[in-house]
């Protein structure tokens, strides 16, 4: 069975931290843990951040949400990974809300405890540096999807990123896969409206690329779904 220090470890920001180390002990001692059901919220933009998240089980959505009710999906967490690192490390509030996709259990590390061992510990400092780089070519590539391509480009490219992986959007090459999320959803990963990504999958279909049906999307020919990108 895995330890609580091993799982720790496991966040990008901790991996240089040894097992069997003091550092990592306290680490351990300092974070708790909480259960949320699923569409139950973590946390609200705005709200005073109370530290770093990391995904024990389950998978949550973090998202940012206009006044009028439309949202940006920003990301998709899932068991491994943490999240909300920002606000830890310059002191403001959350930039961006937070609920459950699924049952989840996550640990939250105390802000000032990570702010500490980013001053103590020089293997921490250097996992924040890249983490954080990554995490600016990533938002930088979704910048320039958002902007430059069209909308049936991105959902042609949301519904091939999930060839091989967790069928969450209902993608899959058998009825049997059944859709977790709506067209609204999808919009809102796609930076779009539902209307929108509604067109683009009759598109698709009409071109033979995909089968849209309720429940379930198949990828009836993945090389013509590219021709969309």
């Known amino acids: 069975m895995v330890s609580n220090k091993e799982l720790l470890r496991g966040i990008p920001f901790f991996a240089g931290l040894e097992t ?12 708790y843990e909480e259960k949320y059901e699923a569409g139950q919220i973590l946390f609200l933009e705005g709200e005073p951040c109370r530290g770093l998240y990391y995904v024990v089980k389950g998978r949550v959505r973090i998202f940012k949400a206009e006044p009028g009710g439309r949202e940006q999906v920003l990301r998709l ?3 491994g990974t943490s999240f909300n690192e920002v606000p ?11 609920d459950a996709v699924d049952d989840c259990t996550i640990w939250i590390v105390p802000a000032e405890t990570v702010r500490t061992l980013l001053e103590t510990e020089p293997a921490v400092a250097r996992a924040v540096a890249k983490v954080f780089s990554a995490r600016l070519r990533h938002l930088t590539t979704l910048i320039a ?7 049936s480009a991105r959902v042609a490219k949301l519904l091939l990123n999930r060839l091989g992986e967790e069928p969450i ?12 999320f709506t067209q609204q ?3 809102a990963m796609a930076g779009t409206v539902r209307e929108m990504v509604g067109r683009a999958l009759r598109t698709m279909q009409k071109a033979g690329a995909i089968e ?4 379930y999307i198949l990828i009836k020919d993945q090389e013509k779904l590219q021709t969309f990108l």
């Not at 069997?20 to 974070?31: F, G």
């Open 212 to 215: 849209a049906k309720r429940g």
């Open 169 to 180: 959007l209902g993608v899959g090459i058998s009825e049997q896969v059944t859709s977790q």
């Open 20 to 31: 069997d180390s003091l550092t990592l002990e306290r680490l351990a001692a300092t974070t």
């Open 88 to 98: 830890v490390f310059d002191g403001g509030q959350n930039p961006a809300s937070v």
């Open 145 to 151: 999807e958002v902007s430059l391509k069209q909308v």
């Open 185 to 187: 959803q999808m919009a």
């Open 77 to 79: 967490a899932g068991a």
